[in-house]
């Protein structure tokens, strides 16, 4: 299995990270696009975790007691019953993911966004300025300058691959959009 991952990764192929009941903390990672993503009953405890894009996973059941996030973006992610406490996020932002039964005890929040995601059941989790909980689906007026701009921008592959700007080459992303 290994030397199928190592001639994937490569030939420029992505390989999803897969961990579950790791005995010993994991460290973090920095300046990563992780594309789904499994990870399960894992601690991060006091980890770093810096310009990271998880993309489709699912980190559940796992530990981030004093982590550091900063500039971390989960997008459709299931981080079920996982556990946030004294953790600090930094210009960080959830999209769509279900945290249903995360504990957020003593965790600070510093530019953070949680966009259409699942809050059933979320614990300890104290809403401040400094938390954005965006619900519904933004209505942008974009000229037509901006829209042609974005239809080059979605030709350049590099930038298309992440969905930051656009969904697909003809359709803008207006939740990203109303964010910056």
């Given at each position: 299995?290994?030397?199928?991952?190592?001639?994937?990764?490569?030939?420029?192929?992505?390989?999803?990270?897969?961990?579950?009941?790791?005995?010993?903390?994991?460290?973090?990672?920095?300046?990563?696009?992780?594309?789904?993503v499994n990870?399960?009953?894992?601690?991060?405890?006091?980890?770093?975790?810096?310009n990271?894009?998880?993309?489709?996973?699912h980190?559940?059941?796992?530990?981030f007691?004093?982590?550091?996030?900063?500039?971390?973006d989960?997008?459709?992610?299931?981080?079920?019953?996982?556990k946030?406490?004294?953790?600090?996020?930094?210009?960080?932002?959830?999209?769509?993911?279900?945290?249903?039964?995360?504990?957020?005890?003593?965790?600070?929040?510093?530019?953070?966004y949680?966009?259409?995601?699942?809050?059933?059941?979320?614990?300890?989790?104290?809403?401040?300025?400094n938390?954005?909980?965006?619900?519904?689906?933004?209505?942008?007026?974009?000229?037509?300058?901006?829209?042609?701009?974005?239809?080059?921008?979605?030709?350049?592959?590099k930038?298309?691959?992440?969905?930051?700007?656009?969904?697909?080459?003809k359709?803008?992303?207006?939740?990203?959009?109303e964010?910056?």
């Amino acid at each position: 299995m290994k030397k199928k991952r190592m001639i994937k990764i490569r030939q420029g192929k992505r390989v999803p990270f897969s961990i579950s009941n790791c005995p010993k903390p994991l460290r973090g990672t920095m300046y990563k696009y992780e594309y789904k993503v499994n990870v399960h009953h894992c601690s991060f405890s006091n980890a770093q975790l810096n310009n990271v894009r998880y993309r489709s996973g699912h980190i559940t059941y796992s530990s981030f007691k004093n982590a550091l996030f900063e500039k971390v973006d989960f997008i459709c992610v299931n981080m079920k019953n996982s556990k946030f406490k004294g953790t600090k996020f930094k210009n960080c932002l959830f999209f769509g993911c279900d945290l249903q039964d995360a504990d957020f005890f003593g965790a600070s929040f510093e530019n953070v966004y949680f966009i259409s995601c699942n809050l059933k059941n979320i614990k300890n989790f104290m809403v401040n300025d400094n938390i954005k909980i965006i619900k519904k689906y933004p209505e942008i007026l974009l000229s037509q300058e901006m829209k042609g701009v974005l239809a080059a921008m979605s030709q350049n592959s590099k930038l298309e691959k992440y969905h930051i700007l656009t969904i697909n080459q003809k359709k803008p992303n207006y939740w990203m959009l109303e964010i910056l």
